[in-house]
T-cell receptor, first 110, second 117 residues
Framework: GQSLEQPSEVTAVEGAIVQINCTYQ??????LSWYQQHDGGAPTFLSY????GLEETGRFSSFLSRSDSYGYLLLQELQMKDSASYFC???????????FGSGTKLNVKP | AAGVIQSPRHLIKEKRETATLKCYPI?????VYWYQQGPGQDPQFLIS???????DKGSIPDRFSAQQFSDYHSELNMSSLELGDSALYFC????????????????FGPGTRLTVL
């Protein structure tokens, strides 16, 4: 079966840095994506890692270690609008099939 | 820029009824995905289509079926609806050119909120 583990909730203050971890166990692995979803909204793509290492996109960075089946999303200079749920998602091999983690609810406080 | 369009946005049905959800992907996107998201849950992959052919299946119940048409729009047909089918249904699309690599960025529609009474 497929298993993706994320912390259920994280709280941080504006301007801080927060890291959301994701560990996965899947029958096949092609890459790890991160999505942001505000309440009642649609998931929005943030980043993708196909190879080990760090990918940086503005205030957001994502890291992958394939040997450890582990990745994380790093959010810097937190803003109130970053309060949302964040999902990691694994693409199963070179297929058009994705599995999402249970999501991490990020609460940003003033 | 054009986005993924889903209709209807809200749908209320009775148990045992049928429902049809429609999705219009971003123009020139060749892959469509359907997801089901229950309250407080993660999106569950249901099914995907590549170039109008079924590509992969996830946790789609046998009561559900889907297809992609010649104009690339897709429909999710749900029969014998149950209370547990109440959820937000997302359609997403992608292409070889989306994101940094092949198909790794999906663009989600606004979703259809289905309520089964």
């Amino acid at each position: 079966g497929q298993s993706l583990e994320q912390p259920s909730e994280v709280t941080a203050v504006e301007g801080a840095i927060v890291q959301i971890n994701c560990t996965y166990q899947t029958s096949g692995f092609y890459g790890l994506s991160w999505y942001q979803q505000h309440d009642g909204g649609a998931p929005t793509f943030l980043s993708y890692n196909g190879l080990d290492g760090l990918e940086e996109t503005g205030r957001f960075s994502s890291f992958l270690s394939r040997s450890d089946s582990y990745g994380y999303l790093l959010l810097q200079e937190l803003q109130m609008k970053d309060s949302a749920s964040y999902f990691c998602a694994v693409r199963e091999a070179d297929f058009n099939k994705f599995y999402f983690g249970s999501g991490t609810k990020l609460n940003v406080k003033p | 820029a054009a986005g993924v369009i889903q209709s209807p946005r809200h749908l209320i049905k009775e148990k045992r009824e049928t429902a049809t959800l429609k999705c219009y992907p971003i123009p020139r996107h060749d892959t469509v995905y359907w997801y089901q998201q229950g309250p407080g849950q993660d999106p569950q992959f249901l099914i995907s289509f590549y170039e109008k052919m079924q590509s992969d299946k996830g946790s789609i119940p046998d009561r559900f079926s889907a297809q992609q048409f010649s104009d690339y729009h897709s429909e999710l047909n749900m029969s014998s609806l149950e209370l547990g089918d109440s959820a937000l249904y997302f359609c997403a699309s992608s292409s070889k050119l989306s994101g940094t690599e092949n198909h790794n960025e999906q663009f989600f529609g606004p979703g259809t909120r289905l309520t089964v009474l």
